[in-house]
Nanobody, 124 residues
Framework: QVQLVESGGGLVQAGDSLRLSCAAS????????MSWFRQAPGKERVFVAA????????HYAGFVKGRFTISRDNAKNTVYLQMNNLKPEDTAVYSC?????????????????WGQGTQVTVSS
């Protein structure tokens, strides 16, 4: 079992930056592929970014366009999402998720564990 707890969300203005963190406890963190998803009000959850077990490979959704960076620190059991140049359309609840494989990372059904999420609100 893996427990995931996100933090770092908040209310910011357009153009600002935020860094989200997802702390994992339980089984070996480095055994899992980690991803970030987001869900805006009234919309489905969508994939944002993924990072493989070692941190050597990443994958991003197209709308990220170089603004977001996913990273991980296996010694701290934590995955991060650095978000720069935030836009109002980035407003959503951001959740981290864990799974064994780096295949089909945008597929929500592939994930075994989810955090509760952290709210990010970007004002114009």
């Amino acid at each position: 079992q893996v427990q995931l707890v996100e933090s770092g969300g908040g209310l910011v203005q357009a153009g600002d930056s935020l860094r989200l963190s997802c702390a994992a406890s339980g089984r070996t963190f480095s055994s899992y592929v980690m991803s970030w998803f987001r869900q805006a009000p009234g919309k489905e959850r969508v994939f944002v970014a993924a990072i493989n077990k070692s941190g050597g490979s990443t994958h991003y959704a197209g709308f990220v366009k170089g603004r977001f960076t996913i990273s991980r620190d296996n010694a701290k059991n934590t995955v991060y999402l650095q978000m720069n140049n935030l836009k109002p359309e980035d407003t959503a609840v951001y959740s981290c998720a864990a799974q064994w494989s780096f295949v089909d990372v945008p597929n929500t059904s592939a994930y075994d564990y989810w955090g509760q999420g952290t709210q990010v609100t970007v004002s114009s």
